[in-house]
């Protein structure tokens, strides 16, 4: 249980880094015409048997860009504005990323949970079997 629980916490908390680094990004425009913008990066997850414990654990699968469409601004001025003013954005839905940061962290906060429930059981049964 605890090894699965940990396994859980790596994954969330690389989940977690990516989410950072897509919002960081959010704002960033290509620097010249002909450019593209920051592309969204999602993670996927896949279960995985630990043949030494016996057991499955999770973590990360794939580390892939989002294929979605860029949005676009019209901003004539900016140096990567196409020949109608339009300068792409990235393809980054801010709500979007503050709703999979909420469920990461909830994840990571459950896993957490499973772990001191566990190390408070074991500690509890070493008392009992203690003369």
Known sequence: MIIA??????????????IAENLANADSLPEKAGE????????????HLDRALGVDVVEIGRRTVDRSEFGRRLEPGHPAADADGYVLQPNINSLVEFMDMREAQRSYEANLTTIET??????????ILRP
């Open 5 to 18: 629980s940990a396994a859980g916490l790596r994954a969330q908390g690389e989940r977690m880094r990516v």
């Open 36 to 47: 593209q913008p920051y592309r969204r990066k999602v993670l996927t997850f896949r279960n």
């Open 118 to 127: 566990a190390k408070a059981m074991l500690v509890r049964t070493l008392d």
